[in-house]
T-cell receptor
């Protein structure tokens, strides 16, 4: 089993749609969780950290379920510019593991 | 915000040649720098971790004699791919952290290597 697993997609959605990404991790001792965004042929960029209480940043909502070892990212009112690969990242014990990413295509 | 640069942004070379990639933190001192490799449609894979003035720590399966890492200063780390082969063609990304862990890391723009 991979340490961090994501649905590779791609997710093809129309503009304005709501889309949810899921991620599971295997190490119960993991302490920090992030969502990164990676555009084609570019470096990953931090989108948001994920907190146990859940957190929201504009159209983006991240949630963490430690009991199920599950992280989610919800994008509301998706824009064309949201098209990218979304990476789930899990850290702990001086080790950070990147998921393979979920590709999102938002179409007009 | 913290800025990390990489040079070159892309390189094409013949099989057997060595390629050096530079990673610089432009506006902060990077205690630790990380080197990743990413193949198409795959996740970033950590290759090695380097701290200024000390030997790099390589991840399992990464050949230290093939991927030479030097972290000579708090703002510069270099990765040299020695005797490159076509299977070394990949996207190499560095990141820099002001601390010792990966939780706060700033990524460079990456270097795309194509070995013919």
């Amino acid at each position: 089993r991979k340490e961090v697993e994501q649905d590779p997609g791609p997710f093809n959605v129309p503009e304005g749609a709501t889309v949810a990404f899921n991620c599971t991790y295997s190490n119960s001792a993991s302490q920090s969780f992030f969502w990164y965004r990676q555009d084609c042929r570019k470096e990953p960029k931090l989108l948001m950290s994920v907190y146990s209480s859940g957190n929201e940043d504009g159209r983006f909502t991240a949630q963490l379920n430690r009991a199920s070892q599950y992280i989610s990212l919800l994008i509301r009112d998706s824009k064309l510019s949201d098209s990218a690969t979304y990476l789930c990242v899990v850290a702990g014990g001086f080790k950070t593991i990147f998921g393979a990413g979920t590709r999102l295509f938002v179409k007009a | 915000g913290a800025v990390v640069s990489q040079h070159p942004s892309w390189v094409i070379c013949k099989s057997g040649t060595s390629v050096k990639i530079e990673c610089r933190s432009l506006d902060f001192q990077a205690t630790t720098m990380f080197w990743y490799r990413q193949f198409p449609k795959q996740s970033l894979m950590l290759m090695a971790t380097s701290n200024e003035g000390s030997k790099a720590t390589y991840e399992q399966g990464v050949e230290k004699d093939k991927f030479l890492i030097n972290h000579a200063s708090l703002t510069l780390s270099t990765l040299t791919v020695t005797s490159a082969h076509p299977e070394d063609s990949s996207f190499y990304i560095c990141s820099a952290s002001p601390g010792f862990d990966q939780e706060t890391q700033y990524f460079g723009p990456g270097t795309r290597l194509l070995v013919l």
